[in-house]
């Protein structure tokens, strides 16, 4: 058995499961989630990964010896620290951990509860732009309203966001067909103006005690052709999943963190085939 501690948002968890997934299936055995640890460093970041299909059980209470991850940039010896019935605990933000069952995890990260009626409606105007969708990927909420997270992430300013629709229609031959998923959808509208046609959707968000419908919003972003995404791990499986079927650019802030000494270790979060700006 192998065990991987959950904690943070929902797109840590998925690097967090995703590289267990891919430990279990390496030493052939089963994966179990510890969600304990996780609520309690993150207590306002409740367990969600049940909105997807997950191959796991949750437990709590689990023994073994554990694996800390050692360094944000991908542990190439990590299949050589970790055996059957250890604990893996960390982060884990690179698809190097998971390459070898990726169609296995973009399997496990479908919706196992129903669409609502406008998301459906919304996936519908998102497949009738075909190549020319292009999601946008913009967020705000704790990296402006909590201090330690504006200090350690930052904000990426509408520049890169231009830069990158610049990049994406150039790419197309034509205008791109914007549609922004943000956690601060009235600052974003009062305060910028894209020059494209440009579509808002208003998903159900998770909060404390509430789990909400970040399956929904991870899936709308996968169906987009294009992406540019924001310096967080919720974007990035958007854009990650829709390579699936996705032709398009992929983009992403060689910014990742305002913090210099983690912006050092940021080479293995973007995968090299996406461009980063």
């Known amino acids: 058995m192998i065990t991987v501690t959950t904690m943070g948002g929902l797109g840590n968890q998925m690097f967090q499961y995703a590289c267990g997934l891919a430990q279990a ?13 996780g609520e309690n460093i993150n207590s306002y970041r409740p367990f969600n990964l049940d909105l997807f299909n997950i191959k796991a059980t949750v437990a709590e209470n689990v023994v073994g010896e554990t694996i800390r991850e050692r360094y944000l940039n991908y542990d190439s010896g990590l299949d050589s620290r970790v055996k059957d019935g250890d604990i893996l605990f960390g982060f884990w933000q690179s698809e190097k951990y998971f390459k070898s069952v990726a169609g296995e995890i973009r399997d496990s990260f479908n919706s196992v509860k129903m669409w609502p009626a406008h998301a459906l409606e919304y996936a519908d105007l998102i497949r009738s732009m075909g190549d020319r969708s292009l999601m946008i990927g913009i967020r ?18 509408m520049s890169y966001y231009l830069q990158g629709i610049e990049m994406v229609r150039e790419y197309l031959k034509q205008d791109p067909v914007l549609f922004i998923f943000t956690d601060d959808p009235d600052w974003v ?16 968000r998770t909060l404390p005690g509430h789990v909400g419908r970040e399956d929904v919003d991870l899936g709308l972003m996968s169906l987009c052709n294009s992406a540019i995404i924001a310096n967080g791990t919720f974007h990035w499986w958007g854009a990650w999943l829709g390579e699936r079927w ?9 910014q990742w ?4 000494e983690a912006q050092a270790q940021t080479g293995d979060i973007v995968p090299d085939r996406w461009h980063r700006i």
């Not at 299936?25 to 640890?37: H, S």
């Not at 509208?189 to 159900?204: A, D, Q, V």
């Not at 996705?246 to 060689?254: N, V």
């Open 25 to 37: 299936r390496r030493l052939g055995t089963e994966l179990q989630i510890d969600r304990g640890k």
């Open 140 to 157: 705000r909420d704790d990296y402006v309203n909590k201090p330690k997270h504006a200090d350690f992430h930052g904000i990426m300013p």
């Open 189 to 204: 509208k009062l305060n910028w103006n894209f020059r494209f046609k440009t579509h808002y959707f208003i998903g159900e």
């Open 246 to 254: 996705g032709t398009g650019l992929r983009i992403a802030p060689k």
């Open 257 to 260: 963190f305002r913090d210099p």
